[in-house]
């Protein structure tokens, strides 16, 4: 299967995620919020000086949420596709296993009783 070249909002999604995920980045954030709180005095805590802080993180996290979606997303479809390969090439697998994603709740909830119960037995028999 060729690999596709990703869409440039993939590719900024997934940079993002990358860098945002590192310790440095996590240091800026709180090196700002640092330097905005030193900053209260001088500006004689402000209206302005909290809207400034208030506005500009509520637009980040705004922004952020979508960009973790699209990532996390992306993760997820790649690892149900790995599962399904693993289940589909173990021949004891019940292959009918492979689309539990498509199914709603209470059919996962069926399927779930059945392997919970399955394991019970299995306890049982072990010990």
Do not use: C
């Not at 945002?20 to 330097?35: E, H, M, N, Y």
């Amino acid at each position: 299967m060729p690999a596709t070249l990703n869409s440039p909002f993939t590719r900024f999604a997934k940079r993002t995620s990358t860098i945002t995920g590192r310790p440095i980045t996590f240091i800026l954030a709180v090196a700002v919020i640092l330097a905005w709180a030193i900053t209260g005095p001088l500006f004689h805590y402000s209206d302005t000086w909290q809207l400034v802080i208030n506005t500009s993180t509520t637009i980040i996290t705004f922004l952020m949420v979508f960009l973790i979606q699209n990532t996390q997303n992306r993760d997820t479809e790649a690892l149900q596709i790995k599962l399904d390969e693993l289940i589909r090439a173990q021949k004891e697998a019940n292959n009918a296993l492979l689309d539990l994603e498509e199914l709603d709740d209470d059919e996962l909830d069926r399927i779930r009783e059945t392997y919970l119960a399955l394991a019970r037995e299995q306890r049982e028999r072990n010990g």
